[in-house]
């Protein structure tokens, strides 16, 4: 058996499963590997002869080691190190999850954490293509103010490593952290977004009501993050709970063009007919993928959009799943998309897939009071734009009314955000800390992460979660039947 290529041991091993394994970004979720019988067995395949320990060992680096998860704490980082020397291992990474939990503030304010992880990023350059940021905190605390500490740490260490990414994915509940506070820093990240050409914001705001969130957008900090991306060809921006208020689209994107972007998802919005289809008109040149879903349409009608996609724009495959305006509702399925490729634009049956808006079943979730146990539900008619209302307004005063409730006493919208300034927690999070997810970890004898998540992590991955293998499979298939996949 030691005489045979390393490519055929590994056949062989793959044989002695029902099913092959699977590699890729799925299979490293922490949660996957405490009953992982790939792993274990692998571990005793191993132990047959050195041929197959080889073919084992490259089997378990292609399959658990494509995508690291690692906190800003000496021994994780210490661990991703090792693994990043190492010529059986490291050769197999290609994306780190980089973790709010387990900061170690001594280490960071040392500048000790920065020297580890660009130095493991050193070890990584040619390899590594994408970072996932996983910075968020169980509870809104004091002592959980570390994200953007963490930010700045990786942005350096990106800066120092000379690593260049093409993908990157911020998943937070803090959205300040997407601000450049510091001139120190303003180098530094724009050398390093120069080649970014795929870019994931998932903001985890707790409730629709999530005053910080609407800061953030209305002072345009988004737009400006966008805006140091010249290379930018994939974005995807996703609300955990759909937005009640509107912020104008380009105060999130800006008012110009991201010229090289050809994909786009967009996942919890509220919008105005004109102004989404504005945006997508001044995207037509390059733009070929749409995504669109929990997308309500504040006025105006979303037959009216498909009417802008089908005549104005060169799309080639559209998706939507749970988008509606004040009559109509379309794919109202929470588990399926509605897809269709350029051919079939002409002949949709619109009326076959949209609902009357009073059927559906699209009511709002009730909010609580600060912390009373009373809950309110506002009239769904309030958080519709009249059809000749003003396009330069900037937000509709429902969710100032719904802050004083939520939170008396506490400003809401006053308080003003300067890139320039370093930023603390604008806003206050009393209905958040009832709901907002909270991460328990502990580290494993892989010197990896297990998670014990009281919010659905693995129902949020199946629905929202694409890794690399899939956005490909998406952007090649086509749909001859225009049914959902």
């Known amino acids: 058996m030691d005489k045979l290529p390393v490519e055929l041991l590994s056949i062989i091993i793959e044989?002695?499963?029902?099913?092959?394994?699977?590699?890729?970004?799925?299979?490293?979720?922490?949660?996957?590997?405490?009953?992982?019988?790939?792993?274990?067995?692998?571990?005793?395949?191993?132990?047959?002869?050195k041929g197959f320990c080889k073919a084992a060992s490259n089997i378990f680096g292609e399959t658990y080691f494509q995508v690291r998860w690692v906190s800003m704490s000496r021994k994780s980082l210490l661990d991703l190190i090792e693994i990043s020397e190492s010529t059986k291992f490291g050769c197999h990474v290609h994306t780190l999850r980089i973790s709010a939990v387990r900061f170690d503030k001594q280490l960071h304010d040392e500048g000790q954490s920065v020297l580890l992880l660009s130095k493991a990023l050193k070890n990584?350059?040619?390899?590594?293509?994408?970072?996932?940021?996983?910075?968020?905190?169980?509870?809104?605390?004091?002592?959980?103010?570390?994200?953007?500490?963490?930010?700045?740490?990786?942005?350096?260490?990106?800066?120092?490593?000379?690593?260049?990414?093409?993908?990157?994915?911020?998943?937070?509940?803090?959205?300040?952290?997407l601000t450049i506070p510091s001139d120190t820093l303003r180098t530094p990240h724009t050398r390093n977004m120069q080649h970014l050409r795929s870019l994931k914001l998932d903001f985890l705001n707790a409730s629709t009501l999530d005053t910080e969130t609407h800061q953030m957008l209305s002072q345009g900090s988004i737009s400006r993050f966008l805006n140091t991306l010249p290379s930018l060809q994939s974005l995807s921006i996703f609300f955990a709970s759909e937005i009640w208020y509107r912020t104008p689209l380009n105060k999130i994107f800006g008012s110009g063009t991201h010229k090289n972007l050809t994909t786009l998802r967009l996942c919890g919005f509220n919008a105005r007919e004109a102004e989404l289809s504005n945006f997508l008109i001044r995207h037509h040149e390059k733009l070929r993928?749409?995504?669109?879903?929990?997308?309500?349409?504040?006025?105006?009608?979303?037959?009216?959009?498909?009417?802008?996609?089908?005549?104005?724009?060169?799309?080639?495959?559209?998706?939507?799943r749970r988008i509606w305006d004040r009559l109509e509702a379309f794919s109202l399925s929470d588990e399926s998309f509605q897809g269709y490729v350029r051919s079939d634009f002409d002949n949709v049956d619109w009326d076959s897939i949209a609902s009357?808006?009073?059927n559906s079943d699209l009511d709002l979730e009730p909010v609580q009071l600060g912390e009373t146990g009373m809950f309110i539900t506002f009239p769904e008619d309030l958080l519709y734009d009249p059809d000749d209302v003003d396009d330069d307004d900037n937000v509709n005063p429902i969710p100032y009314f719904a802050h004083e409730l939520l939170h008396p006493g506490h400003a809401g919208h006053d308080v003003d955000i300067d890139d320039d300034d370093d930023m603390d927690d604008p806003g206050t999070g009393s209905s958040r800390e009832q709901s907002v997810e909270r991460f328990d970890v502990e580290e494993d004898k892989l010197?990896?992460?297990?998670?014990?998540?009281?919010?659905?992590?693995?129902?949020?991955?199946?629905?929202?979660?694409?890794?690399?293998?899939?956005?490909?499979?998406?952007?090649?298939?086509?749909?001859?039947?225009?049914?959902?996949?």
């Open 124 to 177: 990584l350059d040619g390899k590594l293509t994408s970072t996932m940021l996983s910075i968020k905190c169980s509870e809104r605390t004091q002592g959980c103010q570390d994200e953007a500490k963490i930010m700045e740490a990786v942005t350096h260490a990106l800066f120092r490593s000379k690593v260049q990414l093409s993908r990157l994915r911020i998943y937070t509940n803090k959205p300040s952290i």
């Open 447 to 485: 010197g990896v992460f297990s998670i014990d998540d009281d919010w659905d992590m693995e129902k949020y991955l199946e629905r929202y979660d694409y890794d690399s293998e899939e956005e490909d499979y998406m952007h090649l298939t086509t749909y001859s039947d225009g049914s959902g996949f």
């Open 289 to 320: 993928s749409l995504e669109l879903a929990d997308f309500k349409l504040r006025n105006g009608q979303w037959r009216s959009v498909f009417s802008t996609i089908r005549y104005r724009l060169s799309l080639e495959r559209l998706w939507f």
């Open 356 to 358: 009357p808006r009073e």
């Open 15 to 49: 044989q002695l499963w029902e099913e092959p394994p699977d590699r890729g970004p799925r299979l490293t979720h922490p949660r996957a590997r405490s009953s992982d019988a790939l792993l274990i067995n692998l571990r005793s395949v191993r132990l047959v002869c």
